[in-house]
């Protein structure tokens, strides 16, 4: 079997004190180009962000000479990957732009060309990012072959070919199939929870199936460091027994003939096909590496509260994309980020009140208390539940629909049992650290004022003792509303946080053609059509896991639609900006349950959240006949 390797080097990921650096290039880097030397039969693939590669240049000038003979004399190829190591599907399209130009410029300047192969950062994969690798000159894309539906995984075709992925075939570019089950057992062997028979019967069992693979391509950090106690390093025994394992394994396996060492560009040229695929669908709009746990939610909604890491870097954003800003969004500030890491975050950033001018927040001016609970103009019409929280019980646009497109389906419209509850629009869940559920489904005042532009109705709740004010403006002129969210928090430690949820009317829409649409990382909206699918991002992966995954929406804007009709979500760019999480699936006499929850917390092993004090975030919903 023909094979070659990825080693992912990154000197700046997110619990590496910047002291420790020489000694990750000490105890991985040079080790890993000294197999070299003792191995003649070996190639390796190497990718760095372009920084990781300025960094060692100035670190460790040495070690780069040498992999740079290595490159010359065909025995090492770099892989690129950008100037940080960004998670593209949940970052803006002129970040990611900029990432790959200030990435390609570099690498120009260092290595003296431009890579050929792109490494997809996080094995974050969405189909829409292969058009913008291949404007940058790329010919092909790593990502993880076990992050592909079960359809496309157990297809020939695909698993031992690089097969061309993208949304559209003339624009895009080959995969090289990286493989999170190879790279994983390969760091069994080096850490001895498996021997060397079982590690090569592991292989002779694939070469039965496969014709390539990639035989590592995780971190190259793992092998012989780790980031955690003093100095940063295994103990001596312990990196020199690493490594003798590995040697070993690797001059086992080529003596045996069991697998060819080629370079990634080698491989490409071998299995290159012009079969085009879309690698994504509905389910899975974004591939990541290894399991479930590693959804793009890590990366947007968990970790150090990232929602505001995200609205942060983006405010920060002016027409010149500069190299800080292209840092704010690296990835490596997003997982598990020390303090010190967090406070060289905020250090970047400009005081907010430099962008913005600050305003005046009087909630209760000029409105007045009312009983009523049904407003309307010429284009929107609302109908409120002050029982609960001021939901939203019926949303109208009457010049794109007579019919309500949101609102609150009632215990007993769903016949299947575990959709038996009320279903509401407009309203906040949140599950504290020690699974505490809360929601604003409280009995509520409505207050109300106008101007020439909007009917505005302010409604006064809480979430636990945490102050809450949702102001709604309809307007005049157009068929939209404006929601405005206004919490003021005594130390809220979120699990999750969702605000608003709103519950789709499945009556009010065509269940064969809804779809949604949202970008991912690029300028392209990608649409998926829902019907028959099950999309379950809201649910729990495990219990400290609480998603599946989220949408892109890198452009501020969410649309779901049917064949006349669409519903446009903008989020204020200026404000926070949540994710969006769907539930979709298809019910009895073809109906279908659908609930949009936007986040700003979501959970896993990387998470910490606190909440305290003022915070304010909005959104539009606009609608238009197609």
């Given at each position: ?202 292989l002779k069992q694939q070469n039965k199936v496969k014709a390539y693979s990639c035989i590592y391509g995780g971190d190259t950090e793992n092998i012989g460091f780790k980031p955690y106690g003093l100095g940063g390093f295994i103990r001596p025994q312990q990196y020199k027994d690493i490594f003798d394992r590995l040697a070993n394994a690797l001059d086992k396996i080529t003596s045996l003939k069991l697998v060819t060492f080629r370079l990634p560009s080698e491989i490409l040229k071998l299995y290159a096909s012009n079969n085009f695929y879309h690698f ?185 003792t945490h102050e809450v004010w949702k102001l709604i403006k309809l307007s005049k002129e157009t068929a939209s509303v404006q929601l405005h969210y206004y919490y003021f928090f005594h130390d809220l430690e979120p699990k999750s946080f969702r605000c608003p949820i709103f519950t789709l009317i499945p009556k009010s829409w065509d269940t064969r053609t809804i779809y949604v649409g949202s970008h991912f990382g690029t300028k392209e909206l990608v649409t998926y059509k829902l019907f028959p699918y099950t999309i379950n991002q809201d649910e729990l992966v ?85």
């Amino acid at each position: 079997m023909n094979v070659f390797t990825a080693f992912h080097c990154n000197l700046h990921y997110s619990s590496l004190p910047p002291e420790y650096l020489p000694n990750a290039i000490k105890y991985s880097y040079e080790p890993i180009i000294k197999l070299l030397e003792i191995n003649k039969k070996l190639k390796f693939g190497i990718e760095m962000p372009a920084t990781t590669l300025r960094t060692l240049a100035m670190l460790n000038p040495t070690l780069l000479t040498e992999i740079l003979l290595h490159i010359k004399n065909g025995r090492v190829e770099f892989i690129g990957s950008g100037y940080e190591q960004i998670v593209a599907p949940v970052t803006p399209h002129r970040v990611n732009r900029a990432n790959l130009r200030q990435g390609n410029a570099l690498y120009k300047k260092m290595l003296g060309k431009i890579p050929d192969i792109v490494y997809v950062n996080e094995q974050a994969y969405a189909d829409s990012l292969m058009k913008l690798y291949k404007q940058f000159g790329y010919k092909a894309a790593i990502f993880d072959l076990e992050s592909l539906p079960q359809k496309l995984l157990t297809n020939p075709q695909i698993y031992n070919y690089c097969p061309l992925g993208g949304t559209e075939k003339n624009s895009a570019i080959h995969t090289l199939w990286n493989s999170s089950v190879y790279f994983q057992k390969m760091q069994k062997y080096l850490r001895a929870d498996i021997t060397l028979a079982e590690y090569i019967q592991f292989l002779k069992q694939q070469n039965k199936v496969k014709a390539y693979s990639c035989i590592y391509g995780g971190d190259t950090e793992n092998i012989g460091f780790k980031p955690y106690g003093l100095g940063g390093f295994i103990r001596p025994q312990q990196y020199k027994d690493i490594f003798d394992r590995l040697a070993n394994a690797l001059d086992k396996i080529t003596s045996l003939k069991l697998v060819t060492f080629r370079l990634p560009s080698e491989i490409l040229k071998l299995y290159a096909s012009n079969n085009f695929y879309h690698f994504c669908q509905v389910d899975q709009p974004v591939l990541v590496k290894k399991q479930e746990k590693y959804n793009i939610s890590r990366w947007s909604l968990a970790g150090r509260s990232n929602v505001f890491l995200n609205t942060y870097a983006d405010n920060e954003l002016s027409k010149n994309i500069s190299e800080k800003n292209v840092h704010l969004w690296s990835s490596d500030y997003r997982t598990f980020s020390s303090n010190h890491r967090l406070y060289s975050f905020f250090s970047h950033i400009k005081s907010p009140q430099k962008k913005v001018k600050p305003k005046t927040l009087d909630l209760f001016s000029d409105f007045k208390k009312v009983r009523q609970n049904r407003f309307k103009t010429p284009f929107v019409e609302i109908l409120l539940d002050p029982k609960k929280g001021g939901s939203i019980q019926k949303l109208l646009f009457p010049k794109v629909s007579s019919k309500s497109l949101i609102g609150t389906l009632k215990q007993g419209f769903y016949k299947e049992k575990h959709l038996a509850a009320d279903w509401f629009s407009n309203h906040a869940i949140t599950f504290t650290s020690d699974d505490v559920k809360l929601t604003d489904l409280i009995p509520a005042p409505i207050f109300t004022n106008e101007t020439n532009k909007t009917k505005e109705c302010l409604i006064g709740t809480s979430l636990g003792t945490h102050e809450v004010w949702k102001l709604i403006k309809l307007s005049k002129e157009t068929a939209s509303v404006q929601l405005h969210y206004y919490y003021f928090f005594h130390d809220l430690e979120p699990k999750s946080f969702r605000c608003p949820i709103f519950t789709l009317i499945p009556k009010s829409w065509d269940t064969r053609t809804i779809y949604v649409g949202s970008h991912f990382g690029t300028k392209e909206l990608v649409t998926y059509k829902l019907f028959p699918y099950t999309i379950n991002q809201d649910e729990l992966v495990s219990p400290n896991v609480t998603s599946h995954g989220c949408l892109g929406v890198t452009e501020n804007k969410l649309v779901i639609g049917d064949i006349d009709k669409r519903l446009v979500f903008t989020f204020n760019q200026h404000g926070l900006l949540p994710k969006p999480l769907i539930h979709f699936e298809p019910t009895e006499n073809n109906d279908f349950y659908f609930r949009l929850y936007l986040s700003i917390a979501e959970s896993d092993e990387t998470s910490h959240h606190f909440f305290r004090g003022f915070l304010h975030y909005s959104l539009s919903i606009s609608a238009s006949k197609n």
